[in-house]
C-alpha cells in the first residue's frame, strides 16, 4: 500500500505545471500589402531584466474585409535553420483569434494592440504598443519544450496576403 500511495505521490510531482520563460528575439513584417498597410515596424529593445520588450507600430489604410483569415504555423530550428513544421496550426477568422484568450497569435495581437479594438476587423488608423513584454503563459499551453521558435503568421483575404509576420521566439 505504502508503494502504491508513493508511486501515485511521484507521478502527481512529475506532472506539475511548471512555468517558463519566452523571450522575443525578433518580430519582422516580411510581408506588407500596401493597399491595405502603410507601415508595418517592431523594434526590440534587449533588457537584463525582461530579455526584451517590443515597440511596434502599424499603420491601416484600407479597412481589412470581414472575411479576413489569420494563418499561423510553429516550427523549430533543426541544424541551423526553422525547417521542423510542430504541427501546431490555426487557421481561422482573424476576429475570432483575437476573442479567444488561449490563442497562440495572442502575444502579437496584443503587441499591436489589436486586443483593445472595439469592432473588428480594424479600421484604419494607427495601432501601437510600446515596451510590450510578453507574459510567457499568453496563449502557450501550460508546458512546453525549450527551444528556439519561429511562428509564421499571415493576415490573408481570399489569396490576398494583407500582412505576414516573422516571430522568433526562445522558450526556456
Known amino acids: ?95 475570432e483569434i483575437i476573442s479567444d484568450s488561449n490563442s497562440i497569435a495572442l502575444p502579437m495581437i496584443k503587441a499591436i494592440n489589436f486586443d483593445s479594438l472595439d469592432n473588428c476587423p480594424p479600421a484604419p488608423g494607427v495601432y501601437q504598443g510600446e515596451d510590450y513584454v510578453i507574459d510567457s503563459m499568453d496563449g502557450l499551453p501550460p508546458s512546453f519544450p525549450n527551444g528556439h521558435y519561429l511562428v509564421n503568421m499571415s493576415l490573408l483575404n481570399k489569396d490576398t496576403t494583407l500582412v505576414h509576420f516573422d516571430i522568433y521566439v526562445r522558450i526556456y
Open 1 to 95: 500500500m505504502c508503494l502504491w500511495l508513493l508511486i501515485v505521490c511521484a507521478l502527481q510531482w512529475y506532472m506539475v505545471e511548471a512555468d517558463y520563460d519566452v523571450i522575443l528575439e525578433d518580430v519582422d513584417c516580411s510581408q506588407v500589402n500596401e493597399e491595405y498597410i502603410k507601415t508595418c515596424d517592431f523594434e526590440l529593445n534587449y533588457d537584463s531584466t525582461y530579455g526584451a520588450s517590443l515597440n511596434s507600430y502599424m499603420e491601416i489604410i484600407k479597412s481589412f474585409p470581414e472575411d479576413v483569415k489569420l494563418i499561423a504555423d510553429v516550427f523549430t530550428v533543426r541544424m541551423g535553420e526553422y525547417s521542423v513544421d510542430l504541427g501546431l496550426h490555426i487557421e481561422t477568422n482573424f476576429c
